[in-house]
């Protein structure tokens, strides 16, 4: 298949998105089962100043979610400029590649 570098950059921006996902489900599951096992409240238990047990998860599940933003305000931006540059009646000039294989990490990163 090939792809313009664009809509690589696109495809890089969904795959961080769903390993943060990913991760931020598997944290947020955790965190609530350690929640209800001490049957704490939700807003101290989630408060990081006061539950120093969990606080570098919970800090970690909104770092996940400023990430997750991040790159979803990416893919908006990608999605404007496409109808921006349809609506024009003309698609940008981009040089074509080969797409790596999906499943392939080597193109995607955790950062």
């Given at each position: 298949m090939?792809?313009?570098a664009r809509d690589r950059?696109?495809?890089d921006a969904m795959r961080r998105y769903f390993v943060?996902?990913?991760e931020l489900s598997a944290l947020r599951a955790a965190?609530?089962?350690a929640r209800r096992?001490?049957?704490e409240d939700i807003g101290r238990f989630y408060d990081p100043r006061t539950n120093v047990a969990h606080a570098d998860q919970i800090r970690r599940s909104h770092a996940l979610n400023a990430e997750m933003r991040?790159?979803?305000d990416r893919a908006a931006a990608w999605g404007r400029l496409e109808v921006a540059e349809l609506e024009k009646g003309h698609a940008p000039e981009e040089p074509e590649t080969a797409l790596p294989p999906?499943?392939?990490p080597a193109g995607?990163?955790?950062a």
């Open positions: 090939k792809t313009k950059e696109l495809i943060a996902k990913a965190l609530e089962q096992a001490t049957d991040l790159l979803m999906t499943g392939d995607s990163s955790n």
